[in-house]
């Protein structure tokens, strides 16, 4: 278990690493950028760099740790990368079903090969599965997923780099939106925030507001620290609620969490 700093989950779980551009949304990779600073200090699971791997030594993680947690899968890859290997992947979900005391949050950009996988084999009911929705040049990535049978299905619009405009969320439980940070990141308006919102809020989805990042919501570039997380100075830190697969421990964390 790897503590982490992404606002919306509690630790982090990478069996494979690294990864390979597929659009505009990974243009500034944060974890490309992470696996390279490894790299120079001399990781030896990042002695290739960004190149997708698989890591086996990482796989049994989760089963050591008895503590209801909230894991990210992967911060550092994608498990539905075109080089990833199905028996590899099954053991991953092996692992997961062993630990339904955890819920584990899947994120890809390659929802089609998501749905695919999942066509085949049964979703654990302490799996949520997400896509990327960076721009509106990607919405089509929603149907992919909008009718898997995981007990939560949701969107990152992160890095939000588009308006997305009209968006059908029928099926989704969640949506978590946050600008793009570092040096060459680039400016998310206000007004794609708040279409988000306010197309939530009409069709009771959860809405989770991550971060300006590098640009203001007054457009100025600055700390993404001081940019903050205000909304309308207001702080929206929404989660889905649980369908009774949950650790009721953990479903009262993320209650508190909402309310924080």
Known sequence: MKPTKIEWTQATWNPTIGCNKVSSGCKNCYAEVMAKRLQAMGNKDYQDGFKFKMLPNRLHEPLKNKKPTLYFVNSMSDLFHEKMDYAFLDSILQVIKKTPYHQYQILTKRPKRMREYFLQNKIPTNVWLGTTIESHRVKDRIELIRDLKANVKWLSCEPLISDLGEL???????VIVGGESGFNARAMQESWVLNIKKQCEKQKIAFFFKQWGTWGGD??????KENGALLNDKLYREYPNLKN????????????????
């Open 245 to 260: 697969q949950c650790n009721y421990s953990l479903d009262q964390k993320l209650k508190n969490k909402r309310t924080s």
């Open 168 to 174: 059908d969320l029928s099926g989704i439980d969640w």
């Open 219 to 224: 457009g100025i570039k600055r700390n993404k």
